[in-house]
């Protein structure tokens, strides 16, 4: 039997962006399923609304059932064990956004067990662990883009 693979993919999501996009393609190479999950922001007055910020996730990825949104207001790590996910997907598009989002990937991973995987918004950039590419193959996944 087969173990479904499911990331979340976290943000505010103000606007949903081209680089966001690009993650969550990419990131349907290596899982079956994403959740994108939409932060609520109470802190940032100036978030646009959840019911705004879904319906441009929608416009760009349509009915495509792969693909699931979800608001959360929690922690990160416990946002994604709560859905049932397997993995932590993050974006960079920068080696600063990488460096950030690589110290996060270990304090979650310290926190909840959960593995972090970071793509670039430029694929040849991008940050997947040898023992994750193996496991992903082992599962079926295709990994060729990110193999070297």
């Known amino acids: 039997m087969k173990i479904e693979r499911i990331a979340f993919f976290a943000g505010s999501f103000d606007p949903f962006t081209v680089g966001h996009e690009s993650v969550v393609m990419r990131g349907l190479t290596l899982f079956d399923?994403?959740?994108?999950?939409?932060?609520?922001?109470?802190?940032?007055?100036?978030?646009?609304?959840?019911?705004?910020?879904?319906?441009?996730?929608?416009?760009?990825?349509?009915?495509?059932?792969?693909i699931e949104v979800e608001p959360y207001s929690d922690l990160t790590w416990e946002a994604a064990r709560r859905l049932g996910c397997t993995h932590l997907l993050r974006g960079a598009r920068t080696v600063a956004?990488?460096?950030?989002?690589?110290?996060?990937?270990?304090?979650?991973?310290?926190?909840?067990?959960?593995?972090?995987?970071?793509?670039?918004?430029?694929p040849e950039h991008s940050f997947v662990s040898s023992s994750l590419i193996r496991d992903l193959q082992r599962h079926g996944a295709d990994v060729t883009e990110f193999l070297p």
């Not at 959740?35 to 009915?63: W, Y």
């Open 33 to 66: 399923r994403i959740v994108i999950g939409i932060g609520i922001n109470a802190d940032k007055p100036q978030t646009s609304d959840i019911d705004d910020r879904v319906a441009g996730i929608l416009e760009v990825f349509g009915d495509d059932p792969r």
């Open 97 to 122: 956004d990488f460096e950030y989002e690589r110290t996060m990937a270990d304090a979650n991973r310290n926190l909840s067990g959960l593995e972090t995987v970071i793509l670039f918004t430029l």
